[in-house]
């Protein structure tokens, strides 16, 4: 009976999977590629190639049309993506990923809505150099992107540094083990020779195999009572179970996802959904078999409908579960109870049950840079220096000064005050709450803008809450300049998808906890429309909302949209 349940789509693969299977395991041509004298880019084949190697070739789509007017090919440039496992990063790591972007680079770094972190601006000629000197602070790029499992995300939990430890070390486990086996990046970008004669075995993929996953696959954990990784929109989300201080084990949920395509009602965000409690010795185990089901059975011919969220939609969630467990030879624990409160950071100085303090500092766009008088590159550059603990980047694009010692504390203070560093408490709690992907020049997907746009457009929705007395509500806000959801649009309580130029869809009525998917509010609307519900929203929450009762809550409550209740509903 499960030989006729479980099958892959029929249909005949997409390209990419022709180009996975002629790959050599993740070569292809990218070593003639990057030393191809007449162009700065490099051949499709190789752009999807490099993904799996933590990089993306994009072009500054502001200099496009004059270059095309000027018969010059695009000003191409390529994204490096710094895998950090739960987001933590040394000082010196840090400021070596300062200098780079700085040398190599567009002279800023993103944090990532994943917890790594982002260079743009590198040119083919200088990326090999630049992904040599990563690898020589001790960090890499390998499987940031590609059709394998990423970046693995945790929560930075500040003021729970024992178990954010061990949390941590499990996020790290799984992020190094769940690499790719092959060779391929060490002997392209770090000149490690290839041992002639070895057999094939060496290059094999005993999970992935020779075609990979049919697309990219996410893992996160979580520890109530913060969900500030989101981790009901990962393919695999761990809910991490405290008991008496102590790290029992986690709720595992699956088929959880962001993206989806516009006018496509086949696809759609989903949440990740509870099946069973293990204790944390069998979590890799469990990834690993999850990852090969998907493996086997997700789609290969229809890449936007590819993710795992519909392998498990297709197949019905039982069925995957039992699936894994014939597969683990043993069964899930019922799930243990939890609760989130939120999906939020805790900003400004926080002191940990160790003894040493963290600051988390509000990062506009999740963009280090050196903006006018406000230098927060500098001033971050200056305090890695002497800081003695570590740097975490959490799930909202903000950033962690982390396990600054009693006697150090008010040294980095007073950097800090010096470089005018914030933990945005003088901002909106509205701000406090955004998040927005790149979007606009570099990324080749964007329709709409979402970094550069949503800070001024938070302007003016601010002047709205204020007039209201919302100044300190906090109600998640998330833009994006395409539907891939790389800011998690479909969790935002007020979500913004790109549709084109200067316009967006406006989506209502997620969980302030990450526990819901939004609604379909508004259309293909511009700036003054926004603005104009946003006018009537804002002010009707002011009044009619009940005590403490979230943006999102209140919307379905009053009639506005309807609850989505799984993502296979979201387009009703």
Same mark, same amino acid.
């Given at each position: 009976m499960l030989d006729t349940i479980l099958k892959a789509p029929e249909g005949t693969p997409s390209d990419v999977e022709r180009i996975k299977k002629d790959s050599n395991y993740l070569r292809g041509t990218i070593s003639e590629s990057m030393v191809?004298?007449?162009? $700065?880019?490099?051949?499709?084949?190789?752009?999807?190639?490099m993904k799996f190697h933590g990089s993306y070739l994009q072009d500054d789509r502001d200099l496009r049309n004059e270059r095309e007017k000027q018969k010059l090919e695009p000003a191409y440039q390529f994204m490096i993506r710094v895998r950090r496992p739960g987001g933590v990063a040394t000082p010196d790591q840090w400021l070596v990923l300062d200098e780079l972007a700085r040398k190599y680079g567009n002279g800023t770094l993103k944090l990532s809505t994943r917890q790594a972190f982002q260079m743009h601006g590198v040119?083919?000629?200088?990326?090999?150099?630049?992904l040599q000197e990563i690898n020589a602070a001790l960090m890499d790029t390998i499987a940031a992107c590609g059709d394998v499992n990423r970046n693995v995300m945790c929560n930075p939990n500040p003021y729970q540094s024992e178990i954010h430890s061990e949390v941590y070390e499990w996020a790290k486990l799984l992020s190094d083990r769940l690499l790719p086996r092959t060779r391929a990046y060490h002997e392209i970008w770090l000149d490690e020779e290839k041992v002639s004669g070895t057999p094939d075995v060496e290059d094999m993929e005993p999970m992935y195999g020779p075609f990979y996953l049919p697309r990219k696959f996410k893992?996160?954990? $979580?520890?109530?009572?913060s969900n500030d990784i989101d981790v009901f929109s990962q393919d695999i989300g761990l809910i991490a179970i405290v008991e008496n201080e102590m790290l029992v084990g986690f709720n595992v949920a699956i088929g959880g996802g962001m993206g989806m395509t516009h006018g496509d009602k086949k696809t759609y965000p989903q949440l990740a959904k509870v099946i069973g409690f293990c204790t944390p010795d069998k979590i890799y185990d469990v990834a690993e078999k999850i990852i090969t089901i998907q493996r086997d059975y997700g789609n290969r011919s229809n890449r936007s409908n590819a993710r795992f969220k519909y392998t498990v939609d297709r197949l019905g969630?039982?069925?995957?579960?039992n699936e894994l467990e014939n597969r683990l030879g043993w069964r899930f624990d019922e799930a243990k109870p939890f609760h989130f409160d939120d999906n939020g950071d805790l900003y400004g100085w926080v002191?940990?049950?160790?003894?040493n303090w963290h600051f988390t500092l509000f990062v506009e766009g999740g963009r280090i840079a050196d903006l006018g008088e406000y230098k927060l590159m500098t001033g971050l550059r200056e305090i890695a220096k002497i800081h003695t603990g570590d740097f975490r980047l959490t799930g909202?694009?903000?950033?962690?000064i982390a396990n600054v010692s009693s006697a150090q504390k008010k040294q980095v203070s007073e950097l800090i005050e010096q470089y005018h560093l914030t933990d945005g408490k003088h901002y909106s709690a509205l701000r406090r709450s955004s998040l927005a992907c790149v979007a606009f020049p570099t990324c080749g997907l964007a329709m709409a803008e979402a970094e550069r746009y949503l800070p001024v457009l938070l302007d003016k929705i601010e002047s709205i809450v204020e007039e209201n007395g919302l100044g300190n509500e906090e109600i998640t806000i998330r833009m994006t300049g395409c539907p891939n959801g790389c800011a998690r649009h479909a969790l935002g309580?007020?979500?913004?998808?790109?549709?084109?130029?200067g316009k967006y869809n406006m989506y209502l009525g997620a969980a302030f906890d990450g526990s819901r998917l939004s609604k379909l509010y508004r259309e293909n609307i511009g700036e003054e429309q926004i603005l104009n519900e946003l006018r009537v929203l804002l002010p009707r929450y002011a009044k009619e909302r009940e005590d403490g009762e979230h943006f999102g809550d209140f919307v379905i409550r009053a009639g506005i949209v309807k609850a989505t209740t799984d993502g296979t509903n979201f387009h009703d």
């Open positions: 191809e004298p007449l162009s $700065a880019g490099i051949s499709d084949d190789d752009n999807r190639l040119l083919k000629w200088n990326m090999k150099k630049t893992i996160g954990i $979580a520890v109530p009572p969630l039982e069925t995957v579960k002191e940990g049950v160790d003894g909202n694009q903000n950033l962690v309580e007020i979500g913004f998808i790109g549709k084109s130029p």
